[in-house]
C-alpha cells in the first residue's frame, strides 16, 4: 500500500471515528482493549498522543499502562515469593493442639515433641506460630484455675446437698442428692421430713457400699456447712479414704454441679407436678434419676447420658428417608423418651 493510500486509509477512520464519537457519549473499552491500547501506544511521547485522534484522553492511556506495568510486576514478585516457604497448616494446628493440652509446655519443649514425632521444624517457627495465634509463654499459661483443677480431678469428686420440697398439705420434705463429677450421674439417697443424724449418717453408709458395688474411686466429696452433715456423718467416708471439702459460707459456687442439677430438678420436673406426699416424691424422683441417667443429653459429656453412650452416627442416607422414632412416656407423659422403632 502506497503513502497516499495510507493516509487516505487513516483520514477515512478518523472521520468515522469522529461520527461515532458523536453517537456515543462514553464508549466501553474491555479490560483486553485497556491492555492492547496501552501497550501499543505507551512508546510514543505525550505530544504525539494528543495529535492522535483518540476515544480516550492521553492521560487515560498511561494511565492504564501504569496499571498493566502494575499488575505485571506484582504477579512476577508473588511467583518469585522470597524468604522461607509458609509453614504448613497441619503442623501448625498440631502445634496450637499441643500447646493448649499441655499449658506448662513452652515452644522449646513443643518443638522437641515434634522432633519424637519426626516433624523438622525451627524452634523459631514454633515460637512465631505460638505469638501469631495470641497463645502466651508457658510461664503466663501454666496458672491452674479452679475450675481447671475440678475438671482434672473430676473422676474422683462426689458433691452432695439437700433440697427442699413442700407437698400439697404444705409439708416440707428434704431430699439427699449425690452427683458424680465425672460422668454426672446422680443418686437420690432418700427423702424424709425430719432429716436427723442418724438418718444422714445411714443414707452415707448406703452410698459407700453403691460406690463399692460399682467400683467407683472417690477420694473427695464436696459439701456445704450445713448442720445436718454431723461428725458422723463424715466419718464414714474418711473411714474408705475419702476426704471432705467444705465449701464456703455463702458460696454456692463452690458446689455449682450439685446447684446446677437441683435447678435442672425444679425445672423439668417439680415445677410441672404436684406432689401429693413422700411416696409421690420418692417415685417421681426416681423416674428422673433414671431418665437423667440413661437418657437425658449432657452438654458435658458431648451430648451421652450418664450410663449411656452416644450411638453411632447415621452414614447411610437412605435411612434419614425412613426414619421411624418413638416416643416413650414417663410420669404420665411429663417426661418423653425418643429412640428408634426396634
Known amino acids: 500500500m502506497g503513502a497516499v493510500d495510507k493516509d487516505i486509509e487513516i483520514l477515512t477512520l478518523r472521520h468515522q471515528l469522529a461520527v461515532l464519537q458523536r453517537q456515543i457519549d462514553r464508549p466501553r473499552v474491555t479490560r483486553a482493549d485497556r491492555a492492547f491500547l496501552a501497550a501499543l501506544l505507551h512508546r510514543l511521547p505525550r505530544p504525539k498522543l494528543r495529535q492522535l485522534y483518540l476515544i480516550v484522553s492521553p492521560e487515560t492511556v498511561l494511565r492504564w499502562h501504569r496499571d498493566l506495568m502494575r499488575r505485571r510486576h506484582g504477579a512476577a514478585s508473588r511467583r518469585r515469593r522470597s524468604g522461607r516457604p509458609p509453614t504448613r497448616r497441619s503442623i501448625q494446628a498440631l502445634v496450637l493442639r499441643l500447646a493448649r493440652e499441655n499449658n506448662s509446655w513452652g515452644y522449646r519443649r513443643v518443638h522437641g515433641e515434634l522432633a519424637v514425632l519426626g516433624i523438622k521444624v525451627a524452634p523459631s517457627t514454633v515460637w512465631e506460630i505460638l505469638r501469631a495465634h495470641g497463645i502466651e509463654p508457658a510461664p503466663e499459661r501454666a496458672r491452674q484455675t479452679w475450675a481447671a483443677f475440678l475438671r482434672g480431678q473430676a473422676h474422683a469428686i462426689l458433691a452432695c446437698d439437700f433440697f427442699t420440697v413442700t407437698t400439697l398439705n404444705g409439708a416440707t420434705l428434704y431430699v ?19 432429716p436427723t443424724a442418724g438418718w444422714v449418717t445411714q443414707a452415707a453408709r448406703n452410698l459407700v457400699m453403691d460406690l463399692q458395688d460399682a467400683g467407683a474411686t472417690i477420694t473427695h466429696l464436696i459439701r456445704d456447712r450445713d448442720s445436718k452433715f ?30 446446677r442439677w437441683v435447678q435442672t430438678c425444679r425445672h423439668e420436673l417439680l415445677d410441672r407436678t404436684l406432689i401429693w406426699n413422700q411416696a409421690h416424691l420418692l417415685h417421681a424422683l426416681g423416674e428422673f434419676e433414671s431418665f437423667h441417667n440413661q437418657h437425658r443429653p449432657h452438654r458435658t459429656l458431648h451430648s451421652a447420658a450418664p450410663l449411656r453412650p452416644l450411638p453411632e452416627p447415621i452414614t447411610e442416607p437412605d435411612r434419614f428417608d425412613r426414619l421411624d422414632i418413638h416416643r416413650h412416656d414417663r410420669l404420665g407423659g411429663l417426661l418423653h423418651e425418643y429412640a428408634h422403632a426396634a
Do not use: K, Q, Y
Request: no cysteine; proline share 2%; hydrophobic share 45%.
Open 176 to 194: 439427699f442428692a449425690v452427683i458424680e463429677h465425672a460422668n454426672r450421674r446422680i443418686r437420690i439417697l432418700g427423702a424424709t421430713a425430719h
Open 230 to 259: 454431723t461428725r458422723a456423718f463424715d466419718s464414714v467416708f474418711e473411714d474408705e479414704g475419702i476426704e471432705i471439702v467444705t465449701t464456703g459460707i455463702r458460696v454456692p459456687r463452690m458446689n455449682s454441679i450439685t446447684e
